[in-house]
T-cell receptor, first 113, second 106 residues
Framework: EADIYQTPRYLVIGTGKKITLECSQTMGHDKMYWYQQDPGMELHLIHYSYGVNSTEKGDLSSESTVSRIRTEHFPLTLESARPSHTSQYLC????????????FGPGTRLTVL | AQRVTQPEKLLSVFKGAPVELKCNYSYSGSPELFWYVQYSRQRLQLLLRHISRESIKGFTADLNKGETSFHLKKPFAQEEDSAMYYCALSGSRLTFGEGTQLTVNP
């Protein structure tokens, strides 16, 4: 079944740890995105990719990095997590142009102690 | 620069009452506008887009280029409409508004 998956769904870690949030899609989409959803529920684009080996920073500055080695996989990495990174992270994908529907994953809720 | 503004963070209405969620945008080109919805414990999903000119779950939204608005309306709100609603503009990238939490009270 075509879907977009995120793991883990919940993560509680200590300051200074390296973490990777996984995102995979079986939608066959070229474009993928990472959003940060803050406690006030605003959505901010932090990274996006238009295809393999293509990654760009979004509107919100983030200390995280992403990679796109395979079309279906778009992991996000934090080298050294801090409490300010506590948030909900949403992965999305779409086909074609930016005016096409974006499909969202279930999200990863990250808490850094 | 493109920007989307949703002036109401919280909106509460009674069941059966009309509801309007406001959205204003700024964009120099020809905008493509959307409403996304996130129900409790569910994923963010597309509700409707202006080019479709369709009604979804009783909701409609009309693009008003003169007022640069794309307000979401429903004549009779239902309790199951309670959710977080995001207006979004597709220009160089998809830009979301701050969101409006709608609560429909019984």
């Amino acid at each position: 079944e075509a879907d977009i998956y995120q793991t883990p769904r919940y993560l509680v870690i200590g300051t200074g740890k390296k973490i990777t949030l996984e995102c995979s899609q079986t939608m066959g989409h070229d474009k993928m995105y990472w959003y940060q959803q803050d406690p006030g529920m605003e959505l901010h684009l932090i990274h996006y990719s238009y295809g393999v080996n293509s990654t760009e920073k979004g509107d919100l500055s983030s200390e995280s990095t992403v990679s796109r080695i395979r079309t279906e996989h778009f992991p996000l990495t934090l080298e050294s997590a801090r409490p300010s990174h506590t948030s909900q992270y949403l992965c999305a994908s779409s086909e074609g142009g930016d005016d096409n529907e974006q499909f969202f994953g279930p999200g990863t809720r990250l808490t850094v102690l | 620069a493109q920007r989307v503004t949703q002036p109401e963070k919280l909106l509460s209405v009674f069941k059966g009452a009309p509801v309007e969620l406001k959205c204003n945008y700024s964009y120099s080109g020809s905008p493509e506008l959307f409403w996304y919805v996130q129900y409790s414990r569910q994923r963010l999903q597309l509700l409707l887009r202006h080019i479709s000119r369709e009604s979804i779950k009783g909701f409609t939204a009309d693009l008003n280029k003169g007022e640069t608005s794309f307000h979401l309306k429903k004549p009779f709100a239902q309790e199951e409409d309670s959710a977080m609603y995001y207006c979004a503009l597709s220009g160089s990238r998809l830009t979301f508004g701050e969101g409006t939490q709608l609560t429909v009270n019984p």
